[in-house]
């Protein structure tokens, strides 16, 4: 019996004439992770529903619609959360991945209106760093989440976003949070003719 389908199971002495059976054990959280670097599609999102299911994730207290494993916080955690609180203020529930050994993985899955994606946060904090952000990203999750500064150049974010999507045939969404705006960048978007013009016009309102 393999861990992914084990189940507990008591059985009581014959007199009593019944048997009680325990729910499905939960799967450890690095094989999912681990299962998400080839799935894709349908069976994709049915992992990362598994991982917002899982029993290890608890809400913090302070902030009841952020979930984590727990356990050591690693020097990137302030960016982390106050990326999540963001995301929270924009109606997500948010689900902090945790670091397996041995692959890379993305940093969340949130979840809005029944909808799951994985995303790898990057933090901007220069003003010439987000092509090199964006291309650190690749391999490790299909969308990307910029937490940016104010005052960044909007052309030179443009350009830089849309070279992403040339160079990973694979990327599906540019989210940028800046203050309190929210804006998604995907792929069909970021090839229009028009797109430097309909970017600089949606993202300095």
């Known amino acids: 019996m393999t ?3 084990a189940v507990e199971q008591l059985l009581l002495d014959d007199e009593f004439g019944y048997s009680i059976v325990a729910e ?3 799967r450890n959280i690095d094989f999912i992770l681990s299962d998400l670097q080839t799935a894709r599609g349908a069976a994709f999102v049915t992992l990362l529903k598994e991982i917002t299911n899982h029993p290890a994730y608890c809400a913090l207290k302070t902030d009841p619609s952020i979930y984590t494993i727990g ?3 690693g020097e990137d955690y302030d960016n982390l959360l106050n990326a999540a609180r963001k995301a929270v203020e924009h109606g997500y529930r948010v689900f902090i991945l945790p670091n397996p050994k041995g692959f890379r993985t993305a940093d969340f899955v949130f ?3 029944g909808v799951y994606k994985m995303f790898d946060l990057k933090t901007i ?3 010439n760093s987000v092509g090199s952000r964006l ?7 299909n969308r990307v989440l910029l937490n940016m500064p104010s005052g ?3 052309r030179l974010l443009a350009a830089d976003i849309k070279s992403y999507f040339e160079l990973n045939e694979a990327a599906l969404e540019v989210l940028l949070f800046k203050g309190k705006s929210e804006l998604s960048v995907y792929r069909r978007f970021a090839s229009n003719s028009r797109f430097y013009a309909e970017f600089k016009k949606t993202y300095e309102k």
């Open 3 to 5: 861990d992914d389908i």
């Open 24 to 26: 499905p054990l939960s």
């Open 71 to 73: 356990g050591e916080r």
């Open 111 to 113: 979840e809005r209106k």
């Open 125 to 127: 904090s220069g003003k």
């Open 135 to 141: 291309v650190e990203s690749i391999g490790q999750s």
């Open 152 to 154: 960044y150049n909007t």
